[in-house]
């Protein structure tokens, strides 16, 4: 069965710093997987997916994700951090063959100034 | 476009009441959804349906029903309401193919 799991439930950084949010994905097929950003009191919003095209995925505000098979990992990365990015991030995988989707338990970002 | 839009936003129900919460989209999606967030839990789906008249269940389907009678709306319901459905609720709605989720700005239920 598939999963995600994000690694680190806090993270905090500082303004200008760069960003690292973990998630690692369980999967025997080649997955489709996504990162969505929450801000306080909103709907999710998409951040980026991968739907086995590049590897290397670019997405909104200047996030990026990589996949790696070999590591069963999509990291999401940004450079430099923006106080706007405080969130809550999620990592989320489609269940081979449905349009289900399974969320990880998500990344509090804090982004000190 | 008004995208995904709840209603109510926030709703207080004692034990035992029922309560229906209405999602409605505009972008002609055929697939809905329904989630229930809780703290440390992320999203988990109650119910989803892939076209007008077809629902299904999710992750977490008991105690909560669901309808689309209509393919513009999804509607969950709660016919005896408990504590332990106290928690924010997302609608979602998605294309087939296109895998990108649009969502609602979520219903806060408190059930005491």
């Known amino acids: 069965a598939q999963s995600v799991t994000q690694l680190d439930s806090h993270v905090s950084v500082s303004e200008g710093t760069p960003v690292l949010l973990r998630c690692n994905y369980s999967?025997?097929?080649?997955?489709?997987l996504f990162w969505y950003v929450q801000h306080p009191n909103k709907g999710l919003q998409l951040l980026l997916k991968?739907?086995?095209?590049?590897?290397l995925v670019k997405g909104i505000n200047g996030f990026e994700a990589e996949f790696k098979k070999s590591e069963t990992s999509f990291h999401l990365t940004k450079p430099s951090a923006h106080m706007s990015d405080a969130a809550e991030y999620f990592c989320?995988?489609?269940?081979?063959?449905?349009?289900?989707?399974?969320f990880g338990t998500g990344t509090r970002l804090k982004v000190l100034a | 476009n008004a995208g995904v839009t709840q209603t109510p936003k926030f709703r207080v129900l004692k034990t035992g009441q029922s309560m229906t919460l209405l999602c409605a989209q505009d972008?002609?999606?055929?697939?809905m959804y329904w989630y229930r967030q809780d703290p440390g839990m992320g999203l988990r789906l109650i119910h989803y349906?892939?076209?007008?008249?077809?629902?299904a269940k999710g992750e977490v389907p008991d105690g909560y029903n669901v309808s689309r009678l209509k393919k513009q709306n999804f509607l969950l319901g709660l016919e005896s309401a408990a504590p332990s459905q106290t928690s924010v609720y997302f609608c979602?709605?998605?294309?087939?193919?296109?895998?990108?989720?649009?969502f609602g700005p979520g219903t806060r239920l408190l059930v005491l």
């Open positions: 979602a709605s998605s294309d087939p193919g296109v895998e990108t989720q649009y």
């Open positions: 999967s025997s097929y080649s997955p489709s």
């Open positions: 991968y739907t086995s095209a590049a590897t």
């Open positions: 989320v995988v489609r269940v081979s063959g449905t349009y289900k989707y399974i």
């Open positions: 972008m002609n999606h055929e697939y």
């Open positions: 349906s892939v076209g007008e008249g077809t629902t």
